[in-house]
């Protein structure tokens, strides 16, 4: 147990909807990254969010968006859905201070169709 | 382009094996390097190398990072069928996080 946790497990969406994924970090984690790990691969990474501003962020298109609350909490959102967005997308928090080990959740599983 | 590149690809062996994973990274402004064990879906982290600490052990799991050759290695000694698991490297810069394709490792009873 990590102390991070994601929800909903699984989703299934269609073509050119929008979803969003949540993720609840560790109590004074106030980094945390979101990765999209597609089958098969290694998790890519897509942007990074400290104290609630993103500060950091890999080769994703806009249509993926991020938010972080002051309550440790985060949000990943996709608008437009394709057919590639699914994947196992994973979130990771840690706390700076504490060095670079980040705790990742379970992770939500979501399909497009 | 920044990446990383893990060797090889898949792996079994019997359990009592030992294996050496490979790691090889082409990052800019190199920060750290990071080991992760990932078994159902979440990574879990085993170690993480700098250019000041370059050599870690933990019980049976050890690692070295070769800043000269861009690389790192992950070695474990008398494996075991808990063993068996994806192993992911992780090369950072920055705000920037790079993840290799993993190395999945099946241990054989």
């Known amino acids: 147990e990590t102390g991070v946790t994601q929800s909903p497990t699984h989703l299934i969406k269609t073509r050119g909807q929008q979803v969003t994924l949540r993720c609840s970090s560790q109590s004074g984690h106030n980094t945390v990254s979101w990765y999209q790990q597609a089958l098969g691969q290694g998790p890519q990474f897509i942007f990074q969010?400290?104290?609630?501003?993103?500060?950091g962020r890999g080769n994703f298109p806009p249509r993926f968006s991020g938010l972080q609350f002051p309550n440790y909490s985060s949000e990943l959102n996709v608008n437009a859905l394709e057919l590639d967005d699914s994947a196992l997308y994973l979130c990771?928090?840690?706390?700076?201070?504490?060095?670079?080990?980040?705790?990742f959740g379970p992770g939500t599983r979501l399909l497009v169709l | 382009e920044d990446k990383v590149v893990q060797s090889p690809l898949s792996l079994v062996v019997h359990e009592g094996d030992t294996v050496t994973l490979n790691c090889s990274y082409e990052v800019t402004n190199f920060r750290s390097l990071l080991w992760y064990k990932q078994e159902k879906k979440a990574p879990t982290f085993l170690f993480m190398l700098?250019?000041?600490?370059i050599e870690k052990k933990s019980g049976r799991l050890s690692s070295i990072l070769d800043k000269k050759e861009l690389s790192s290695i992950l070695n474990i000694t008398a494996t075991q069928t808990g063993d068996s698991a994806i192993y992911l490297c992780?090369?950072?810069?920055?705000?920037?996080?790079?993840f290799g394709t993993g190395t999945s490792l099946t241990v054989i009873p």
């Open positions: 992780e090369g950072r810069t920055g705000n920037q996080f790079y």
């Open positions: 700098t250019s000041s600490g």
């Open positions: 969010y400290y104290r609630e501003e993103e500060n």
């Open positions: 990771a928090s840690r706390d700076p201070s504490g060095g670079e080990t980040q705790y």
